[in-house]
């Protein structure tokens, strides 16, 4: 199995005449001008992560799909219960991982 993390920091990419590696775009890019938020639907593609879209997303719809995503990611049942009842939750590990993210 390959090093992800290698090919993820290798400066491979051209963008604006400058080299940039994937984790350049994705803490450096997606982060900042998207938010967390939409760094999730955008960029995590684990299994327990947000669904992805099959279509693009769009400025105008953006925080639409977003919320979409997150609705749909939060209601699968294999990777989040809630038992309000019994004041419990347990929820996927994305949210563990990114903890600082989702305080915020």
């Known amino acids: ?17 400058a080299k940039a590696s994937l984790d350049d775009l994705e803490h450096g890019t997606v982060d900042k001008q998207c938010g967390w938020r939409a760094h999730a639907v955008l960029v995590c593609c684990a299994r327990s992560c947000p669904p992805l879209q099959r279509s693009a997303y769009t400025g105008k719809q953006l925080n639409v799909q977003i919320d979409a995503a997150y609705r749909a990611w939060l209601a699968r049942p294999d990777l989040n219960k809630f038992e309000p009842n019994e004041k419990k939750a347990e929820v996927s590990s994305i949210f563990k991982w990114y903890k600082d993210d989702f305080k915020k």
């Open 1 to 17: 199995m390959p090093d992800l993390t290698v090919s993820f920091a290798r400066k491979a990419n051209e963008i604006t005449g």
